[in-house]
């Protein structure tokens, strides 16, 4: 297959789930400038919720369902379902029903991460963006970028994340 010049960073062999454009790799996650979908570890969305609101959360899948998308990596089903995000004693509820490789992570559609961000945010404003302590002793932060002010620096400056 001829890769064009305008596509060095997008793999074919990794198609979007939603859109089916090449995905681009970003750190550990994949997005896709097409439909501004992307694929998160858990880890990451985890550390990200905390940079957010200043607590680690804990999720739970609820209303889980064989789903009808593909995982991108792996191309095993995903499962349709809906997450649950525990903030200490906070309960979010974000409303977009997503989809998850057990294997890989979670797929966002357009605007489903920034709806999720949005609804942690609501519940435990603390955080603000701040840099956790217990994940960055030393002040570093390698493995994020941007201005760390919202959920606009989640996926490498593209769309709304």
């Known amino acids: 297959m001829l890769i064009l010049m305008s596509d060095p960073y997008r793999d074919p062999d990794r198609p979007c789930p939603s859109c089916k454009a090449p995905l ?43 789903g009808k998308r593909p995982c991108p990596l792996c191309a095993a089903p995903m ?15 974000p409303p977009p029903q997503l989809d998850r490789c057990a294997q890989h992570g979670i797929w966002f559609d357009t605007d489903e991460l920034a709806a999720v961000f949005e609804k942690a945010r609501a519940k435990h404003p603390g955080g603000g963006g701040a840099i ?26 593209h769309g709304n994340y």
Request: with cysteine; net charge negative.
């Open 79 to 93: 499962t349709a379902f809906k997450l649950r995000i525990h903030l200490d004693d906070e309960l979010a509820k």
């Open 24 to 66: 681009r790799a970003f750190r550990a996650r994949f997005v896709c400038d097409a439909c501004e979908g992307m694929l998160a570890p858990l880890a990451d969305l985890s550390a990200a919720i905390e940079d957010i609101t200043g607590v680690v959360p804990s999720f739970d899948y609820v209303d889980e369902a064989p």
């Open 132 to 157: 956790s302590k217990t994940r960055d002793p030393v002040g570093t932060a390698g493995s994020w970028s941007g201005d760390r002010k919202g959920p606009f620096w989640f996926g490498g400056g």
